[in-house]
């Protein structure tokens, strides 16, 4: 199985700050039709998990521009360019190019100070 | 707009079974795959469940073949999971996910989550 990887475990950031999340792969997430399945998540508290970013660097509907997706092969990485107060949660990546299987990284809770 | 609402967790002793739902709405329920997920105390995500759009093809975790099974009812927009033999380790808070994906999953909305307790 893909082993996801995502550091740090928390972030403590001052509103209006950016903010920079980074999620490793054991193996690459290319896919064979060009496409890389690497997704971003975001859990606020006591609500669903709500997709943020698709195939790496494709803000889902009604995601803010301030957030962001970079990467390629096995090294993503989530930035946000100004956070805000609302941003607060756990943020998960995901990986599907093993479809049926997902694997999912352990998080990175976002604070703010 | 797209809901998602999961029930049907509880404490249940182990061995024992459970069924949780995942009732939906505001789009064509037929028309999309379903992953049921969890997350146990302290841990990370762990998928369990997938079921095609049409029902066809279904497939599970190592972790729970041969002990849970994913349905779907399209009449009711409803996704199904049924728990036989639980253990102490299927303690976790149970999402189901809508997979809008076609190559690869593609999980675009998600329910807030059904606590399951097995313990004695």
């Known amino acids: 199985d893909i082993v996801m990887t995502q550091t740090p475990l928390s972030l403590s950031v001052t509103p209006g700050q950016p903010a920079s999340l980074s999620c490793k792969s054991s193996q690459s997430l290319l896919h064979s039709d060009g496409k890389t399945y690497l997704y971003w998540y975001l859990q606020k508290p006591g609500q669903p998990l709500q997709l943020l970013i698709y195939e790496v660097s494709n803000r889902f509907s009604g995601v803010p521009d301030r957030f962001s997706g970079s990467g390629s092969g096995t090294d993503f990485t989530l930035k946000i360019s100004r956070v805000e107060a609302e941003d607060v949660g756990v943020y998960y990546c995901m990986q599907s190019i093993q479809f049926p299987l997902l694997t999912f990284g352990g998080g990175t809770k976002v604070e703010i100070k | 707009q797209v809901q998602l609402v999961e029930s049907g967790g509880g404490v249940v002793q182990p061995g024992r079974s459970l069924r949780l739902s995942c009732a939906t709405s505001g789009y064509t329920f037929s028309s999309y795959g379903m992953y049921w997920v969890r997350r146990a105390p302290g841990k990370g995500l762990e998928w369990v469940a997938v079921i095609w759009y049409d029902g066809s093809k279904k497939y599970y975790a190592d972790s729970v073949k041969g002990r849970f099974t994913i349905s779907r009812d399209d009449s009711k927009n409803t996704l199904y999971l049924q728990m036989n033999s639980l253990r102490p380790e299927d303690t976790a808070v149970y999402y189901c996910?809508?997979?809008?994906?076609?190559?690869?999953?593609?999980?675009?909305?998600w329910g807030q989550g059904t606590l399951v307790t097995v313990s004695s």
């Open positions: 996910a809508r997979d809008k994906g076609v190559v690869a999953a593609f999980l675009d909305f």
